[in-house]
């Protein structure tokens, strides 16, 4: 969490001046209808202005510290170390919904910015096999990671399927055993 902040604290000044380029390539290089600003990185930008001095608000009060609004790079600062008392204070729910909220923030601004590809539906259509309703099997997109002078890193694939119905995921480790169970499933399923 702690890095995941640092992250974010590194990349959201630069949504600013990215806000005129396009950085997802799927507008040739121009803004969207010759519009002055590129619509992702002004929605990443609104999202995380509103988010984050929000979640530390919360979250400041869940651990019973003192908190004024502030700006973003003191919030980025202080979420961990509020993560941290939520745990000591066995207020699970709010440290697991912090640290999505990082992971969220950090794909978010990373999209707007050109240095993450996004998820992608597993080859062959597969579906959760945990569920009775089930979503698409997706797998998480690469993404840079930024490097110590502050320039973003090689494209690093993260190697994670993941199920928009339950929120479960299957690291690489995992995908052979995911494999088995798919067919396990698609079986049953034949066999009526
Ligand atoms: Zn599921």
Do not use: Y
Request: contains cysteine.
């Amino acid at each position: 969490m702690g890095e995941g902040c640092a992250e974010l604290a590194a990349l959201c000044p630069r949504l600013a001046a990215a806000l005129t380029r396009d950085n997802t390539g799927a507008r040739g290089g121009a803004t969207e209808g010759g519009s002055p600003v590129n619509p992702d990185v002004l929605q990443a930008a609104v999202t995380i202005r509103t988010e984050i001095p929000q979640a530390a608000m919360f979250a400041a009060e869940a651990v019973g510290e003192p908190w004024q609004p502030r700006k973003l790079g003191v919030c980025l600062k202080a979420i961990p170390r509020f993560a941290e008392r939520m745990h000591a204070l066995r207020l699970l729910d709010g440290e697991v919904r912090l640290g999505d909220d990082v992971a969220r923030w950090g794909r978010l601004v990373k999209l707007a910015l050109g240095i993450r590809l996004p998820d992608f539906p597993v080859p062959g259509g597969w579906c959760c096999p945990l569920c009775e309703t089930p979503r698409r099997l997706m797998v998480t997109g690469a993404e840079r990671f930024l490097r110590r002078d502050g320039t973003p890193g090689e494209l690093t694939h993260p190697g994670l399927i993941w199920a928009g119905c339950c929120g479960s995921s299957w690291p690489a480790g995992d995908w052979l055993h995911l494999g088995h169970v798919l067919r396990q499933v698609q079986q049953e399923a034949m066999a009526g």
